[in-house]
């Protein structure tokens, strides 16, 4: 089974990069943009990785939604990587108080980005020790 990957952003540019960078890693891409669109995705699609952008238009910006993926018991084990261009370090630590998994800023080296990707791709393709 191909993993899934949410580009979360509402930048079509900053997507469009990202899913570029994504097309050499074996995922599949989906895409959202602002934070309520995805958590609507999230629940349809489980991706094993969200890429997640702060700073978004609507209600809820990127670490409400963070909140409510870690909060809820069926998604709590969704990597939430914040990807976005708020670097200090109280942004930082907002982000980990949020439940992200890691922390990206932009502008980030598409290499770095697909590591990190595949990182966690693989360590999730690993199975855990209460699914043996």
């Known amino acids: 089974m ?13 997507r469009k990069l990202v899913r570029m960078t994504l097309d050499t890693a074996d995922v599949e891409v989906y895409e959202a943009d602002n934070a309520a669109s995805a958590l609507d995705l999230i629940y349809r699609i489980r991706p094993t990785v969200v890429l ?5 238009p609507g209600e809820m910006d990127g670490l409400d ?3 409510q993926i870690k909060a809820d018991a069926d998604l709590a084990r969704t990597i ?15 982000g980990k108080t949020a439940g992200a998994d890691a922390y990206l800023v932009k502008p980030f080296s598409p290499l770095e ?5 595949s990182r966690y791709v693989n360590d999730a393709s690993i ?3 209460d699914s043996k």
Do not use: N
């Open 2 to 14: 191909r993993h899934r990957v949410l580009i979360t952003d509402d930048h079509a540019d900053i």
């Open 52 to 56: 997640m952008d702060i700073m978004m």
């Open 113 to 117: 980005l697909l590591g990190m990707v």
């Open 80 to 94: 939430v990587i914040m990807l976005t261009a708020r670097g200090q370090q109280a942004d930082l630590d907002a």
């Open 65 to 67: 939604a963070c909140r």
């Open 127 to 129: 199975p855990s020790q």
